[in-house]
């Protein structure tokens, strides 16, 4: 037997025991999957999105399944920065793995506000920064598909926060590349790829979308494809790292992220069916590296080779 | 406590209507159950991109967990097809159910249709008798009167078709029940089934001023309280207008606390 290769990597200085995190919605706030799975065991946890005041989100049905994926309009409800802050950093702080805050705003300056509020809280390791949510009429996608308003918001945040800033990139815009300098020129330390993809899905019945927002946010393994090939356009495009994410249920899924050259992954809508799947996607990364005689995780990160 | 475990099929029967029942060996969890409450099922016949299925716990016997329900959706048609000794992953038990404690008040369940299993398993919890009023569209659809009866309730059933008890809504026999009642402890209801039985029986609550619970139904996602998908529009003390997660301060909610026209 090999010795176990080495699983840590180093995203935007935040040094994680392994490179796989649990994608922000899909996790709550930690405490929900406390009871089904070691959280230390994680390289990170990337909690649902914070505003600066409580917010309600949309109103149901909020959720559908498709064949190959889950559609949703959440409307990123939740609790408001300072009762996160008092209610969930206490646990978030008690465990041994990277704590990453998704924030938004519905303003540029609310986006800002959020930042510099999270600058001083203990044990807040990094701040992924919501700029592609397609369920927000006012704010979310509108600050992230447009590039110039994409670098304003990115800059405003980084002159008030001095976290690690992580902006999240839709999927919809037409050169993902261009957007990845943008957020690397306006002071981003990482990108997240990909949000998920807006979609649709109707009830002919009643000939009404199924969601009561309409459109929502399409994610699983229909997307993984989509988000691998903005992964394999960015990472090509910027120095900065990339955590990909997108329909990630197994190693080989997270595999193709990292030769495509993210530097993490995240999981999200797989571990609604099976809470412990970013726990595997770990064990079978490790396997494959031994299987290929690689010492670290970091020898296969964006070895894709291209004819 | 949430569970997960990799429960053994010991049994799996139909017995009439279509309905049908399936019994797990999951020792962990049959133990923590408590009535109301419900488990959230993979299964493994079904797509890896599909999500769970929630089902109420109809029963929770020493090792023993079972579960009620009619093949209507793509899950349970799958499901149907389940045999002994196949392995199910199930996350339970999740969810806030309803209280079987002793309380100086009449306990009065009203189910429509296999909305029937919880309120049998909380009949079995409690050391009070009490009334049920099980509603239904025809006979076949009328299950578990004989759990009630065996533990001394009384029973009253409605078909809509007059195939069994009385013809017409569990409501319309509910309320005769309510106009002719002896004197006697408060009625508390408890009540699992279709929204618009729910709606009808806040309606009665807030009439008489009695405390009614009811377990609701919504679609749901990881069921366990990360996803916020299963909202249900509450009212709090304080007048305060949220929206709570029916897998985890749900599935069963007080009737009062219900906000069922939200603009």
Not at chain 1, 67 to 88: D, H, R, V
Not at chain 2, 29 to 39: D, L, M, N, T
Not at chain 2, 178 to 189: K, M, V
Request: hydrophobic share 45%; with cysteine.
């Amino acid at each position: 037997m090999s010795k176990a290769p080495d699983m840590a990597v180093t995203i935007a200085g935040i040094r994680m025991k392994n490179p796989v995190l649990l994608a922000s919605g899909t996790c709550g706030y930690g405490p929900e999957y406390a009871d089904l799975i070691d959280l230390n065991a994680l390289g990170g946890i990337t909690v649902k999105g914070i505003l600066a005041v409580p917010w309600e989100g949309n109103t149901p049905i909020r959720l559908t399944e498709t064949p190959a994926g889950l559609l949703n309009a959440i409307g990123l409800q939740n609790p408001g920065m300072e009762k996160f802050i008092s209610e969930y950093m206490p646990f978030l702080r008690r465990h041994q793995t990277a704590v990453i805050v998704n924030i938004w705003g519905r303003t540029m300056e609310e986006y800002g506000e959020v930042a510099a509020r999270f600058d001083d809280v203990e044990g807040v390791h990094a701040l992924e920064l919501n700029i592609s949510c397609p369920n927000l009429k006012a704010g979310g996608m509108e600050f992230g598909t447009d590039p110039k308003t994409a670098a304003q918001v990115i800059s405003l945040v980084r002159k008030r926060t001095r976290l690690p800033l992580i902006p999240k990139l839709s999927p919809t815009v037409h050169a993902i590349a261009q957007f990845a300098r943008v957020a690397e020129e306006s002071g981003a330390d990482a990108i997240s790829l990909i949000n998920s993809v807006p979609a649709m899905v109707i009830d002919v019945e009643r000939r009404r979308p199924v969601l009561s927002n309409g459109v929502g946010g399409l994610t699983g393994a229909a997307i993984r494809p989509i988000a691998v090939r903005l992964v394999w356009q960015a990472a090509r495009a910027v120095k900065i790292p990339i955590i990909g994410m997108g329909g990630i249920s197994c190693g080989r899924d997270a595999l193709e992220f990292l030769i495509a050259g993210a530097s993490a992954v995240a999981v999200g809508t797989a571990t609604f069916l099976d809470p412990g799947t970013a726990l595997r996607v770990v064990s079978e990364i490790e396997t494959y590296l031994q299987k290929h005689n690689l010492a670290s995780v970091r020898d296969v990160i964006g070895t894709l080779e291209v004819s | 406590m949430r569970l997960i475990e990799e429960a053994t099929v010991l049994e799996h029967v139909a017995f009439g209507g279509g309905y049908r029942r399936i019994v797990f060996r999951a020792p962990n969890i049959s133990r923590a159950a408590a009535p109301g409450q419900f488990v959230h099922v993979r299964i493994p016949q079904l797509s890896r991109e599909a999500l769970r299925r929630p089902f109420s716990i109809y029963r929770a016997d020493g090792d023993e967990l079972h579960v009620m329900y009619k093949p209507v959706g793509r899950g349970t048609h799958v499901m149907e097809h389940a045999h002994r000794g196949d392995v199910y992953s199930l996350i339970g038990p999740l969810g806030h159910g309803f209280s079987a404690e002793d309380r100086d008040t009449l306990p009065v369940c009203v189910a429509g249709g296999y909305g029937v299993a919880p309120l049998s398993f909380l009949a079995k919890r409690m050391r009070r008798k009490g009334v049920v009023f099980i509603g239904a569209r025809a006979a076949p659809d009328i299950l578990c009167t004989d759990d009630f009866a065996s533990v001394g309730w009384d029973v009253h059933v409605a078909t809509e078709d007059g195939s069994l008890g009385e013809r017409g809504l569990i409501t319309d026999a509910l309320d005769r029940w309510i106009a002719t009642r002896p004197a006697g402890p408060t009625p508390e209801i408890f009540a699992c089934g279709p929204e618009g039985l729910m709606r009808a029986l806040t309606l009665r609550a807030e009439k008489h001023g009695w405390q009614a619970w009811l377990s609701l139904d919504r679609p749901m996602g990881c069921g366990i309280g990360a996803c916020l998908s299963c909202v249900q529009r509450l009212r709090g003390p304080d007048g305060k207008e949220y929206w709570a997660r029916c897998c985890t301060e749900g599935p069963v909610f007080a009737a009062r606390e219900l906000v069922w026209e939200h603009a």
